[in-house]
Structures are given as C-alpha cells and as structure tokens.
C-alpha cells in the first residue's frame, strides 16, 4: 500500500548499461503494463544514445522517457555534452540531474546541479533532482544537515511542483544491497518536504519526492508505504523488466 500525495514516480536509471540487445526489457515491460491500471507514472532513463530507440520501442505505452544528465546551455563548446532541448527533442519529459555518481565522478556542485534543474525547466523537462548523505556523514549525524544544504543549493525556487522532483538517495545505499530503515527513510523525507516550503513555497507540497538506493521487488512495498516517498528512483532493479516489473506493482 503506497502513501498518500501527490501521484506517485517509479523511475529506471540504466545508468551506463544499455544496448541494442536490451531493447528487448522495455519492450517487454510495455506488454506486460498494456492492460494494467498504474497508479503511478513509469518513466525509464536510458544512455543518451540509444534514446531514440527506446522512444520507438515505448511508443504507445504508458511508459514515459527521461535523460539520465543535461548540460545547463541549450548548445554550445561544450564536446561530449547533451542540452536539455536535445532529450526533449528525443522524446524525453524529463531528466536526471546530481545523480550522486555525476557529483562525485564528475565533481558536480550543488551550483551546477542547479543550473541543470534551469536548464531543464528552460527546455519544458521535469528536473529529477538527487540529493543524499554518504556513509560517514550518515554516521556522523549529519544526513538532515546535507540534504538541507543540498535542497538549498540545488532546487531552484521558481520550481513548480508539476516539473521538478527530488530524489533522496543515501550515497551509500546505492547500489550496495543496504537500505536505511523505514523510520530514517520516513524522518529524511519529512524533512524533504519542509525543506521545500522554505524553497518552493506551496509549490512544495505536490513535489514528488523518491527514494532511491537499492530498491527492489522485495522491499519496495515497505519503502514505498512511508509518508512522503511518492515513488522511486531505481538503478539495478530497472535492467529487468521482471524485476523492474515487481516495484511498479506497488502501485497498482
Ligand atoms: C540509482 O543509481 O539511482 C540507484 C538507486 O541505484 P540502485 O537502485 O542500483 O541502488
């Protein structure tokens, strides 16, 4: 049983894996929804170059599309980079912006995650805004104090609740099998979303805001049962559409 608010987000970031071979998980996953009444958005969130492809498998399905990162310019000097208007040209309602693994990979500031939230706002994308503690702050007391600093830096205060969703992703439940218990997941989204009056004003309310860090099938109508988790952002479990399959089912 999911929580009450705003309508729930389950969505799949492949992160670095992805192939034409694998072209075979969404389009089993858009069968398998065909006839299901979702209670909650699907989005998945393949890499950049194979989005066109993964639009063409979806078409017709409930299933939306989202970029896993975006430069904050529409275009530009900028080698290797994609704009939000590019993924929106692909096919895309939304994108992934300080993924914990482009802030510590790609030294990403909450400045910069900042600008890309704008620059997807700028191109008509829902900016997916990932926030989180590391291990060590975790165990020094400190998980309330960096999310706060992160909302802070990193969500921009025109942001609309209609664009723009959080996503809490402790560091250090990221792909490692560890989850924080329900209480602490409960207690950090509280936090969350009075953070976000302070920023968003009333916007803040109707924020989606996910959880995300290792959820699976097996814990994922635990997790998504707590007050204030509208949804998850889900790595591993996403690769498989079974398996991807067994979160969404939390909310039908
Ligand atoms: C993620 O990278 O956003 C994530 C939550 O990964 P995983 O589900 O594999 O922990």
């Known amino acids: ?5 705003p309508r729930p987000l389950v969505a799949g970031n492949w992160k670095m894996n992805g192939s ?14 065909k006839d299901v009444k979702l209670k909650a958005d699907v989005m998945v969130c393949p890499p950049a170059v194979i989005l066109r492809r993964v639009k063409s498998v979806l078409k017709g399905s409930k299933i939306k599309m989202g970029g896993q990162d975006c430069h ?8 290797g980079d994609v704009s939000a208007e590019m993924l929106k040209e692909s096919g895309c309602t939304a994108v992934i912006a300080g993924h914990s693994e482009r802030r510590t990979n790609h030294a990403e500031t909450d400045e910069m995650v900042m600008k890309k939230a704008r620059g997807a706002h700028r191109a008509g994308l829902t900016a997916i805004i990932c926030i989180g ?11 309330l104090e960096v999310v706060s600093r992160q909302l802070k830096g990193s969500v921009p205060e025109e942001s609309t609740a209609a664009k723009t969703v959080i996503a809490y992703e402790p560091v250090w439940a ?5 989850t ?4 602490e997941v ?39 049962s707590q007050p204030n988790v509208n949804g998850a952002l889900v790595g591993g479990a996403s690769l498989k559409a079974a ?10």
């Open 1 to 5: 049983m999911a929580s009450e608010g």
């Open 20 to 33: 034409v071979a694998m072209l075979k998980e969404p389009r089993l996953l858009a069968a398998m929804l």
């Open 72 to 79: 904050w310019n529409p275009a530009g000097a900028h080698t």
């Open 133 to 143: 503690e590391t291990l060590e702050e975790r165990k020094s007391g400190k998980t």
């Open 174 to 178: 990221i792909g490692t099998g560890l």
């Open 180 to 183: 924080p218990t329900t209480p």
């Open 186 to 224: 409960a207690e950090v989204h509280a936090h969350i979303r009075a953070e976000l009056a302070g920023i968003m004003g009333a916007e803040g309310k109707g924020t989606r805001i996910l959880y995300g860090g290792s959820v699976k099938p097996s814990n994922a109508v635990e997790l998504m």
């Open 243 to 252: 398996d991807f399959l067994g979160i969404i089912k939390v909310y039908t």
